[in-house]
């Protein structure tokens, strides 16, 4: 198992930025594919990003792409996810989970260890 701790979320006005990042320890991180998902309330958990292990593979969700960056540092066991350009329809509680293998794919059911969250508020 991977422990996960997501930190970086906050209030911020639309258009602002924001960089959230994630902690993991347990096993070898390099090792795994990492993702990024959101949960709004009354929604379904929602695709955001996500990378291969050595983080030259990425794949965004239609909503984000041209906004957020998800990238990796390795020698920091670390997981990031930058967001730009901001809007009301971002607000979510953000997780960070670990993929089965070190490929990178959305579907939810291939990450195996999950963060408790982080909230991201937008405002107008």
């Known amino acids: 198992q991977v422990r996960l701790a997501e930190s970086g979320g906050g209030l911020v006005q639309a258009g602002g930025s924001l960089r959230l990042s994630c902690v993991a320890s347990?096993?070898?991180?390099?090792?795994?594919?990492m993702g990024w998902f959101r949960q709004a309330p009354g929604k379904e958990r929602e695709f955001v990003a996500a990378?291969?292990?050595?983080?030259?593979?990425?794949l965004y969700g239609d909503s984000v792409k041209g906004r957020f960056t998800i990238s990796r540092d390795n020698a920091k066991n670390t997981l990031y996810l930058q967001m730009n350009s901001l809007k009301p329809e971002d607000t979510a509680l953000y997780y960070c989970a670990r993929r089965r293998g070190g490929s990178s794919d959305y579907y939810t059911a291939s990450y195996v260890d999950w963060g408790q969250g982080t909230q991201v508020t937008v405002s107008s």
């Open positions: 347990g096993r070898t991180f390099s090792n795994y594919g």
């Open positions: 990378c291969n292990w050595s983080g030259d593979s990425t």
